[in-house]
């Protein structure tokens, strides 16, 4: 509601053609990147997609529409809001990430193009090359699931795994 409500006090849907529509993956990126800054989510979701590679691509999380969102099941949904949590943060940490953000949320209802140009219109640090958005997404999954050498202690046997896949010469 909130989101409809941004897009319409910036002057969207005045048209009576005009149809608006909030893509599934940033309303629940909000949701989990709030649940991120709050400390309510669960790291281990960020690690595990961090050590599988991610379950989606960048282009297959924009493709996500309500009716593909509403028939997802349960480890798919929670795979996607952790993914769409990282492309929010990842956004948010940008080079004047808050107040680019700000101005994509106005215009991110009412929008009908692709996602990609949109985002690329509000972060120009994305026109990098065809591949930066998702680089960033992929570091900032990488950042939330990897570990904390700072907080995060290995139990003996995993530290002496790690060591072994480390130490190894090829």
Known sequence: ALLYGRALAAGAG???DSVLTVPPWLSD????????RLNQTDRRLYEALF??????????IFAVDDHAFENLDGATRAAFRVSSGA?????LEQPQGKEAFRAFLSEAAAFEGEMPALLR????ELN???TSLAKW?????AAKGGLNL???ILTIPQTETALAEALRLH
Not at 29 to 36: F, I, K, M, Q, V
């Open 121 to 124: 219109r509000h972060f120009p």
């Open 51 to 60: 050590k599988r590679g991610g379950l989606f691509r960048i282009e297959e």
């Open 150 to 152: 700072l907080t995060d």
């Open 14 to 16: 005045n048209d009576a």
């Open 137 to 141: 997404w992929a570091l900032q999954l």
């Open 87 to 91: 492309l929010v943060m990842a956004l």
């Open 128 to 130: 990098l090359s065809e």
């Open 29 to 36: 990126g909000l949701r989990e990147a709030s649940a991120w």
